[in-house]
């Protein structure tokens, strides 16, 4: 085996990146108080094509030098909007069809890896909005309670969550995987 170099990856432009069509996902960062975060959420929205991110609250925006070290330009690539309120952002997801889960644990949450069997009962050309909370609070209540769902990754150690920017990238895949490649649960 050979490492591929760059030119071999036949990488989007960040203009073919624009015009490209995107996984029906927007990501919405509830709170996000690290720059490192943010950037790594923009990376992993550019790696799998997301419509957009929106940054809420405190959460920074580009440009920033601290975003920039994580995204690698990611955050030129891959479109954003910024709310005052994370609950302002759902509610203009939600008017214009979004179907939106909190990631977050909650009662009656549903695993992750049961994401698939809910994609396939839903219409499609179904849109989907994803909320990742602070480093420290999670997604706060009043936008749980706004959303349509909400999903859990599966833990087995002796920590009761992820870093937010693994998560996402662990989110956005499993939305990628099913959408945009088709996998579907086993029979």
């Not at 769902?149 to 998560?167: A, D, M, R, W, Y």
């Amino acid at each position: 085996m050979r490492k591929l170099k760059t030119i071999e990856m036949n990488r989007l432009t960040v203009e073919e990146f624009k015009e490209a069509p995107k996984l029906p996902l927007v990501v919405v960062l509830d709170d996000v108080r690290s720059l490192y975060n943010v950037g790594s959420v923009f990376r992993s929205g550019d790696a799998f094509r997301i419509e957009r991110i929106c940054l809420c609250g405190i959460t920074a925006t580009p440009p920033n030098a601290e975003i920039h070290k994580t995204a690698l330009g990611g955050e030129d690539s891959v479109d954003w909007r910024y709310y005052e309120t994370t609950e302002e952002a759902v509610e203009a997801l939600r008017g214009d069809g979004y179907f939106v889960y909190s990631i977050e644990q909650v009662k009656g949450s549903t695993m992750l890896q049961d994401l698939g069997e809910r994609l396939m009962g839903a219409p499609s050309g179904r849109r989907y909005a994803v909320i990742f909370g602070n480093e420290v609070k999670g997604v706060k209540q009043s936008v749980v309670d706004l959303s349509d769902g909400c999903l859990e990754i599966p833990q087995f150690g002796t920590k009761h969550s992820l870093n937010v920017s693994v998560t996402a990238g662990i989110v956005i895949w499993e939305f990628a995987r099913h959408l945009l490649l088709g996998d579907s649960p086993a029979e």
